[in-house]
């Protein structure tokens, strides 16, 4: 098993002191908050510490956090206790490549730097692209294989090692191929979350729509 793949990699990394990744939503989630309305349900694999389900939470969405990591979910809900928001925080300790959620439930789905192996990454993007009501709204952040180059160069903090769990523009837009891909791109960007996403990053971000029901 790769290290980034062990919960217990993630327990150590999370019993640290503080936020890892920074208490603020991802800056690209945050772009899109007109998107997110109160009562929205919002899926959110791997949502570790919780910095975005707990900022979806206080906006009013029922957002679901999921994670491999008892001690990140622990944080998540702490989180949105201290912003009052801590009834629409919903936690589950799970593997986010098999799903404990019912298909088409959701209105939206965040999945914001979740790294998976070759092995399991499409299978798990076609069961999150499931999750989605008609209409329901897909939003993605992730490294992309430049990235590795960038952390080489430019002494970059975060993204996992290597190229194994990186991805393509090529590879989403196969994986979520089920979906009406609204925004696709690879973006140069300074990340500045936290202690373990700082400086230069290539990522790539993704929105996109499951299609209206007939």
Known sequence: MLPAMDPRFWDDRYAEPGYGYGTEPNAFLA????????????????????????????????????DRSLVGLRKAWKLALDRGSEARLHAVCADVTRPPWRAGAFDAVVAIYVHLPPEVRAAAHR??????????????????????????????????????????????????AGLAIERLERVETELAEGRWHRGPSAVLRLVARRGNAP
Do not use: K, Q
């Open 31 to 66: 772009s899109l908050a007109p998107r997110f309305r109160p009562g929205m349900r919002v899926l959110l694999p791997g949502d570790g510490e919780g910095r975005n389900g707990a900022w979806l939470a206080a906006r009013g969405c029922e957002a679901l956090s999921v």
């Open 127 to 176: 069961a999150w692209a499931a999750a989605l009501r008609p209409g329901g709204l897909l939003v993605l952040e992730a490294f992309d294989r430049d990235h590795e180059r960038l952390r080489r160069e430019r002494g970059t903090i975060g993204g996992p090692p290597g190229e194994a769990l990186l991805y393509t523009e090529a590879m989403l837009a196969e994986d979520f």
